[in-house]
């Protein structure tokens, strides 16, 4: 389904994504892992062409999708959702209008632009807002909810797009415990309901290990690990995260029950 | 499901509305647009419609005089170019006395940061009266009492500038944080400093963007005013542009100069504002 090939991102001097290459034969659920700086935000937004890469290719059911321009773009973006840290929803719009923000490849610029959607999209979006858990928002400006349930109106947005695949770039990096894990199961979900893939950017370990099907370790825009959950043993984690013996997972951790498990000695 | 049957019935009746509104809204606002053009055009001595083929007869003889004459261009340019830095004088001298009161009025005007809050109104229609009175007005009076030349041009334009640029600042002062000013109010600061110290860093780089684009039109405002006799380049436009004598030459040089003056102070403008608001970042990352 998607292959990555060699591909390479520099800003000036700095390799921020170098010679990374993988394929994904079917859909599932992917977890990438590593510190901050080691090119994980640069790779997705290049899959979904927010970044140009510099060298490589990114093949899509045979097609490379860097080759696209324009309208090609375009519609290729509206494949591959987005899921962003800071939700990037339009503040001051209602929650409905945020989701149908989803369908905007497919319509006329001017519909739009008055804000005019199909009946039936609506309904869709309040549907799709049900399903995650918060339809009783639906007419409340989107920078009245909570960081949670911005994310999973964003997450609806996504949904709206019905794309190939999802990508979230630290989707719960700005959430407390619950609200993350509540955002982590409607990815999940998403992945087992519809079978969409999702590749999504994990600050931690435990939530790598406990939601994904495969995991894909960066450190200093390289890829340095490919494999399974179980595969990922703590000397791995602390090569991917360049740390010494001290390191334990419960640094990266965000559980809840993490602290009582390991307690941290300060 | 009938729980989000409601919420759908709802939301889709609240976006009726909306629509309902947008629409008549929009019908308002083409209404005034023809009704206002249709008054304008009755009231037009010589008619829209005839004059509109004539519009571009004028622009079309200044260029090509000015085309005819290009060899001799950087010359009168050159020749303006004292004219051009006495109107730029004026508009930076305005500007900055402008900007000052702007700055002490529009504080004073700010809920939640005025010295007297009970008279914010008052300050308030201070600056309406002095944007409201036209600056040409002014340096006519001026010029009356005082004789012609820059001085009552620049007072002119100072007095409209303050009015101007405090109702512009006020409104940034609005968005200022006011933690710092509690923070130095938990200091025992007095009010002035807690303006200077507490506010004005949080708001200097809106407040020089609009500063520059006040100079910017402070500049096109005092050379209009050497058409009633205040000096500069205004003077020798009027004299250049003059139907029937054409020095159409001389008219295209002085446009060219504020064309350049214009693109001069947009390039500082932009340069500074990213001077204060990136050497500022870097100082914090350091």
Redesign the interface.
Known sequence: MLAVEQLTRRFGANVAVDNASFTVDRPMMIGVIGRSGAGKSTLLRMVNRLTDASAGRILFNGEDVLGYRGAAKRRWQSQCAMIFQQFNLVPRMDVVTNVLHGTLNRRSTAATLFNLWPEDDIHRAIEILDRLGIAEQAPKRAEALSGGQQQRVAIARALMQDPAMILADEPIASLDPMNAQVVMQALRRIHEEDGRMVIANLHTLDTARRYCDRVIGMRDGRIVFDGTPAQLTTGVARDIYGADASFSEAATSTEIGALERHPVHA | ?P??EI??D???E??RR??LY?GMLLAVFVALMAGGFMTADARNAGGFWDGLGAIFDFPAGVISEAVEKAHTLPATMLEYLPALVETVNIAAVATLIGAGGGIVLSMLATRGLARWPRAIPLFRRIMDVMRAVPEIVIALVLIFVLGGGPVPAMIAIAFHTIGALGKLFSEVNENASLKPVEGLESVGARWAQRMVLGVMPQVAPNYLSYALLRFEINIRASAILGFVGAGGIGYELKNAIAWGIGRYDQAAAIFILLFLTIVVVDQLSSHLRDLLTHGRKKEMLA
């Open positions: 499901m729980d989000i919420i759908h709802r939301y889709m609240h976006t909306k629509r947008g």
